[in-house]
């Protein structure tokens, strides 16, 4: 279903405009991360002109997050473009060229719903800023937008008639217009909602990743998730938990850690690994919502279920790395460690496919907005430049 409204917003985005900024406000972070991998896949070809084109925002992301909020925010500003959230950017964010709200959670609480449309609600004449869209993937919307507490009962006015000599001689109190319930009234023209019955979860309920308690106080769980394996005929062969048909993958492929360890370190093969269990039907960011592991490294998972290593966190490998190797560090200017340090910490927000080169050059929060040319100066020219990141990305699978 992630991937259905990604289809669908980038499509409506492609249609009106492609750069209108927006706010798609997700269930949790987690869907917010998939949500913002899922908006880069179906815009490939924006996000390799502007590698910010689409971005998470959420209470994790820290500094980096505040500083892509920052440059969305900035009416000047081309990029980030599409921003995904879960509750962090309902309050308190003064965005004004914001276009489109993206509603991918059902809003129980009219409050809450409020805050969030509030965030498509500022006019900016000067820019061409005179509405916005709200596209409803929940019928959040339109729920809400029907409930009287949105603006509560219709309220009687006070009428004035005035005389030649402008003084008031009559008050009249005039009350509101009935409203037929029966009919449904015209979408206001500050506003349009977009829906699609096709995305709707009410209509189409979307494969759970998370289960909560029922009302009766009944507890649901997944206790495992199963690969069936089949012959070139289609006869089923056996039937896997996914965790254990990864391992076994992985250990076919590789059989000691040090083999897949030396072709992960390099961003190349490290696609390459990827894409090869892709064909098996192995999606890593899916076994990472099934171990309910979704900051650690890719790589520490394969080896956790193939080799059963202890797991390690991307955040806890950056601190590694920084702790152990500052002779690395050492090697180079203070601007230049700058670069290699926020390049660390993109890693450990986003994982290893956010330091491939020459991608990782073109993100403001890794650069500080110096250009390709003023950064291979400050490393003392291209090829050192390439060399100090390539070793920055072994150097991290060390150990």
Same mark, same amino acid.
């Not at 076919?252 to 064909?279: H, V």
């Given at each position: ?271 390459? *690994? @990827? ?5 098996? #039907?192995?999606?890593?960011? /899916?076994?990472?919502? !099934? +171990?309910?592991? =979704?900051? %650690? ?45 926020? *390049? @660390? ?5 986003? #994982?290893?496919?956010?330091? /491939?080169?020459?991608? !990782? +050059?073109?993100? =403001?929060? %890794? ?33």
């Amino acid at each position: 279903r992630t991937e259905c409204v990604a289809n669908h917003l980038t499509e409506f985005l492609r249609k009106t405009d492609p750069f209108a900024k927006t706010i798609v406000f997700c269930v949790d972070q987690e869907h917010a991360d998939q949500m913002r991998q899922a908006l880069s896949n179906a815009n490939a070809d924006l996000v390799r002109r502007y590698p910010n084109y689409v971005a998470r925002v959420t209470a994790d992301d820290g500094e980096l997050g505040k500083g892509l909020l920052k440059i969305f925010q900035d009416v000047e500003s081309q990029a980030p473009v599409i921003l995904t959230t879960s509750r962090l950017l309902s309050t308190g964010v003064d965005a004004p060229m914001v276009k489109n709200v993206a509603l991918c959670n059902v809003i129980n609480s009219m409050t809450e719903f409020k805050q969030i449309i509030g965030r498509g609600t500022r006019v900016r004449e000067d820019y061409g800023k005179l509405y916005f869209t709200i596209l409803d993937y929940t019928g959040s919307a339109t729920r809400n937008f029907a409930d009287p507490a949105f603006d509560g009962e219709p309220v009687a006015s006070i009428v004035d008639s005035v005389d030649d000599a402008g003084e008031i001689t009559s008050e009249t109190a005039e009350a509101a217009p009935m409203v037929d319930e029966n009919q449904i009234a015209e979408t206001p023209a500050e506003y349009t909602i977009i829906e699609d019955p096709r995305i709707f979860w009410r209509d189409a309920p979307p494969e759970r990743r998370k289960l909560y308690k029922r009302e009766d106080g009944t507890q649901v769980e997944i206790l495992y998730e199963t690969v069936q394996e089949l012959d070139a005929s289609g006869r089923q062969l056996r039937v896997l938990e996914l965790t254990t048909y990864t391992g076994e993958q992985v250990l076919s492929l590789y059989p000691t850690m040090d083999d897949l360890r030396g072709q992960w370190k390099a961003s190349e093969s490290r696609a390459s *690994i @990827i894409a090869t269990l892709e064909e098996r #039907g192995i999606d890593l960011q /899916r076994v990472a919502a !099934v +171990l309910e592991q =979704p900051e %650690v490294d890719p790589f520490d998972l394969l080896c956790h279920l193939a080799f059963h290593a202890p797991l390690r966190t991307r955040a806890e490998r950056a601190d590694r790395l920084r702790r152990e190797r500052s002779d690395f560090f050492a090697r180079f200017s203070p601007d230049a460690r700058e670069i290699l340090n926020n *390049i @660390i910490t993109q890693y450990a927000v986003y #994982g290893p496919t956010e330091i /491939r080169m020459p991608e !990782v +050059l073109n993100l =403001p929060q %890794v650069t500080q907005r110096r250009t390709k040319v003023e950064i291979a100066r400050i490393f003392g020219g291209p090829d050192t430049l390439v060399a100090a990141i390539n070793e920055l990305q072994e150097l991290l699978y060390a150990a």
